[in-house]
């Protein structure tokens, strides 16, 4: 089955800088890559996601890219700001035994410090 | 649109007790809805996927007879956790995806579940 690495586990930035979360997958037919934000308590909420056709993508501040052949994707979040902090998820969805089946990483504490 | 609500929001039962716990899509029509289990400060596991009106397929080490789950209808699936004991305290999230609209899947607010 799938198998996605996520790290660093915590990271912690200055108001202003930016942050990069990794992850690894191993699943080469995984072809989504959705990057969830969950505050503490809360549902996890999409931020941005790609598909394995797309090599980069942005939104405002948050970025996400893909490398198909290294299987690795990031997400890239600039001039972060003290609402940022969260716990960040990166996932991969493929097909496993004729359904579709979605693999969350870790998880990244993010902590903007003001 | 797109909202996705559990209830309850929070529950607390005694061991050996069944809990139920619903899951709907408000302003959609889910053709699949997902599981997971969520342990303080770890990662979401997937639990199991429903598709409407078939079985669950659950992931391996997730005992179907403990954790019953019924998708009856397009907008409603329920997990039951048979049989609680205080190992079974989790926070348990459930997702939504209408596959005509792609991958994307939508997340309920979650159930915390304490089993004493």
């Known amino acids: 089955g799938e198998n996605v690495e996520q790290h660093p586990s915590t990271l912690s930035v200055q108001e202003g800088d930016s942050a990069v979360i990794k992850c690894t997958y191993s699943?080469?037919?995984?072809?989504?890559f959705p990057w969830y934000k969950q505050e503490l308590g809360k549902r996890p909420q999409l931020i941005i996601d790609?598909?394995?056709?797309?090599g980069e993508k942005k939104d405002q501040r948050i970025a996400v890219t893909l490398n198909k052949t290294a299987k690795h994707f990031s997400l890239h979040i600039t001039e972060t700001q003290p609402e940022d902090s969260a716990v960040y998820f990166c996932?991969?969805?493929?097909?496993?035994?004729?359904?579709?089946?979605?693999?969350f990483g870790i998880g990244t504490k993010l902590q903007v410090i003001p | 649109g797109a909202v996705v609500s559990q209830h309850p929001s929070r529950v607390i039962c005694k061991s050996g007790t069944s809990v139920k716990i619903e899951c709907r899509s408000l302003?959609?029509?889910?053709?699949?809805m997902f599981w997971y289990r969520q342990f303080p400060k770890q990662s979401l596991m997937l639990m199991a996927t429903?598709?409407?009106?078939?079985?669950?397929?659950?992931e391996q080490g997730v005992e179907k007879d403990k954790f019953l789950i019924n998708h009856a209808s397009l907008t409603l699936s329920t997990l039951t956790v048979t049989s609680a004991h205080p190992e079974d305290s989790s926070f348990y999230i459930c997702?939504?995806?209408?596959?005509?609209?792609?991958?994307?899947?939508?997340f309920g607010p979650g159930t915390r579940l304490t089993v004493t």
């Open positions: 699943d080469s037919a995984s072809n989504y």
């Open positions: 997702s939504a995806r209408e596959k005509a609209w792609g991958d994307e899947q939508y």
């Open positions: 790609i598909r394995s056709n797309v």
């Open positions: 996932a991969a969805t493929g097909s496993s035994g004729g359904y579709q089946k979605v693999t």
């Open positions: 429903s598709n409407e009106g078939s079985k669950a397929t659950y």
């Open positions: 302003d959609f029509q889910a053709t699949t």
